[in-house]
């Protein structure tokens, strides 16, 4: 099936009799008639469901769906994007080991690898996301167990260079792990460019209503865990759930297979199935919602490298962007809805107004500020006066959150209403 369709009939179709629509299993358990049938589920896990901290009907028929999006073997559903990054790295390291991370990411997860991370004994090395094959190897030690970025980051909106990084990480015996959170597989799907594992954050563009928080992990089923030799806990018997080897009794999913028998069920972060289900209802949309959240910025960020309170403006689909040939390549239908610019004193200072900036937020009336991006109502913040307000404006500089900075998430209007509501706003800048 293409992509479209698949985004409707994947994960569930309805047998002769059963429900249209994918069925809410409202349990956290299940029925089983014999000894014997508990004790093969508690050996053979993937064969049914045994208890919904691990998995369910609900989520098992939208973990399907998204690993057909992404062309993976397998996928497993969390709570949220952050636990979804969390569990893949947890999945592969250990105290002692280490990551190479792409430096330009979100910051919650530049937060997780360098801060929350250590606490565990896993370090990471920063690469820029235009690091040569040369430096990620470079970078790489005899602990290192993934190499990690982000398709389009937020909110830098770099693009990464996936087969270099996929390329590095292949000759070390290393996965690619990639979060695609802002294109979605709709307009990016990184395993065809080399990446091994797949990660998102379901609550922006896949659910795109802000509805439900959540996450999930996609396994390609591609890497080769017994040839790598980096990874004996896949190669070898896991006492902790009666001699299972992974690699041996999973084959291709034996990623999935290990994060959801060893960390899903040690630490029961799996979503609800009322969650999965509104996730599945909007997944349905993905593709078509994506089609015009591209249209609609492309057409904002053109406009608004014509005005002459905006002193730039970064977006991958505009010819003036350092990402531009990347984004060609990987993202040829387009990155995303999300568009960053930075408005200025009038004065040329480098980093723009911050009180500019703020007055021009408050001047929207249909736009809203919010905590959020990837929705279907178009969004704005303002780093410096939110995720950001501790720095100073020089500090601000030096992250590159620039004081006059203001984030865009182009929603799913018209696009009219969007461009003029922008308009009477910088109009109104004092």
Not at 40 to 69: G, W
Request: glycine share 8%; proline share 6%; hydrophobic share 40%.
């Amino acid at each position: 099936m293409h992509l479209d369709t698949t985004a409707i009939h994947g994960g569930y179709q309805a047998k002769n009799g059963e429900p249209r629509c994918l069925p809410i299993a409202l349990s956290t358990t299940y029925h089983y008639d014999t000894t014997d049938a508990v004790a093969e589920l508690f050996d053979h896990p993937e064969l049914n469901h045994m208890y919904s901290r691990i998995s369910n009907p609900t989520c098992a028929a939208v973990e399907q769906k998204i690993a057909a999006l992404e062309g993976g073997a397998a996928a497993m559903l969390t709570t949220s994007g952050q636990m979804a990054t969390f569990i893949a790295v947890t999945n592969l390291c250990h105290a002692g080991d280490h990551c190479v991370v792409s430096s330009s990411i979100y910051g919650g997860t530049i937060n997780l690898f360098s801060v929350t991370l250590p606490k565990l004994g896993i370090e990471s090395t920063f690469v820029s996301p235009r690091a040569t094959k040369e430096e990620i190897a470079a970078a790489i030690r005899p602990n290192t167990k993934l190499v990690f970025g982000e398709t389009v980051a937020n909110p830098a909106l770099t693009v990464l260079d996936i087969e270099t990084f996929a390329t590095a990480a292949h000759e070390a015996g290393l996965p690619l792990v990639v979060d695609n959170t802002f294109p979605t597989p709709a307009l990016c799907r990184p395993i065809e460019w080399g990446a091994d594992i797949i990660v998102h954050s379901t609550t922006k563009y896949m659910d795109g209503h802000a509805m439900t928080v959540g996450g999930v992990v996609v396994d390609s089923g591609r890497f080769d865990w017994a040839a790598s030799g980096r990874f004996p806990e896949f190669t070898e018997p896991d006492e902790s759930y009666h001699g299972t080897v992974y690699t041996r009794d999973y084959g291709k999913i034996a990623f999935i297979m290990k994060a959801r028998m060893q960390m899903m069920r040690d630490l029961g972060v799996y979503p609800p199935a009322t969650n999965a289900f509104i996730l599945n209802e909007t997944l349905e949309t993905l593709p078509l919602r994506m089609e015009r959240h591209v249209a609609n910025a492309r057409r904002v960020a053109a406009w608004l490298e014509d005005r002459p309170e905006v002193d730039s403006v970064n977006f991958p689909d505009l010819p003036s962007s350092p990402d531009h040939d990347l984004a060609e390549k990987y993202l040829p239908d387009g990155c995303c809805g999300v568009i960053s610019f930075v408005v200025g004193d009038g004065k040329g200072t480098q980093g723009g107004s911050r009180d500019r900036a703020a007055q021009l937020l408050d001047g929207l009336h249909m736009i809203s500020q919010e905590v959020h991006v990837a929705d279907s109502q178009t969004c704005v913040l303002h780093p410096a006066s939110s995720t950001h307000r501790q720095l100073t404006d020089e500090q601000l500089v030096a992250a590159g959150a620039w004081p006059g900075l203001v984030r865009l998430s182009c929603g799913l209007e018209n696009v009219e209403d969007i461009l003029a509501d922008l308009e009477q706003a910088f109009v109104a800048l004092a």
